[in-house]
């Protein structure tokens, strides 16, 4: 199985400013076909998680431009400028490239 | 607008069985591949199962194959979980999910699942 490990566990941030998060596979995400399936969910508290971007650095419908994906091959980030209130939660990678699996998550928290 | 609606949740003791159920509306359901995730209190997020768009493809982690089943029924826009020998570590709020291409894209509000004697 392929393994996501992300860093930070927890990221405290005051409102306003950059986040960032790591997220290292186990495994070039890199699929036959080209494309590299590495996805990003936010789950904000009490609900279910809601979809950010996709195929690394698309964001998805009515997702804020603050939200910027990167990376390739095994190695991602996820920035957040200008941290706002509704963005604090729990964020998740996830691949489908292999087999799906998702990291273990980043807390992003109030300082 | 897509919704996806679980029940079939509650209490349950190990060993025994419980069926999930997903009510899919505001898109053509027999369109898309569909599939249910799980995340156990206070922990991350868990594949659970993958259905093809006509049902004929499944696929199941190690931690559940053998023991659960995904189907769905086109007709009535519908997905279920069949879950059998239930374990105390399959407690979870299971989220019914929809599939495009390749990654969720919009997922169902989730039901608890409590196996416990």
């Known amino acids: 199985d392929v393994v996501l490990t992300q860093t930070p566990v927890a990221q405290p941030v005051t409102l306003g400013d950059q986040a960032s998060i790591s997220c290292r596979s186990s495994?070039?995400?890199?699929?036959?076909?080209?494309?590299?399936?590495l996805e990003w969910y936010l789950q904000k508290p009490g609900q279910s998680p809601q979809l950010l971007i996709y195929?690394?650095?698309n964001r998805f419908s009515g997702v804020p431009d603050r939200f910027i994906g990167s990376g390739s091959g095994s190695d991602f980030t996820l920035k957040i400028s200008r941290v706002e209130p509704e963005d604090l939660g729990v964020y998740y990678c996830f691949q489908a490239t292999h087999d799906p699996t998702f990291g273990a998550g980043t807390k992003l928290e109030l300082k | 607008e897509v919704q996806l609606v679980e029940s079939g949740g509650g209490l349950v003791q190990p060993g025994r069985s419980l069926k999930l159920s997903c009510a899919a509306s505001g898109f053509t359901f027999s369109n898309y591949y569909m599939a249910w995730v799980r995340q156990a209190p206070k922990k991350g997020l868990e594949w659970v199962a993958t259905?093809?768009?006509?049902?004929?493809?499944?696929y199941y982690p190690d931690s559940v194959k053998g023991r659960f089943t995904i189907s769905r029924d086109n007709a009535k826009s519908s997905l279920y979980l069949q879950m059998n020998s239930l374990k105390s570590e399959d407690t979870a709020t299971y989220y019914c999910?929809?599939?495009?291409?390749?990654?969720?894209?919009?997922w169902g509000q989730g039901v608890m699942v409590t196996v416990s004697s």
């Open positions: 259905i093809s768009t006509s049902g004929s493809r499944t």
């Open positions: 999910a929809r599939i495009w291409p390749n990654w969720v894209d919009y």
């Open positions: 195929k690394v650095s």
């Open positions: 495994q070039s995400l890199v699929h036959s076909n080209g494309n590299t399936y």
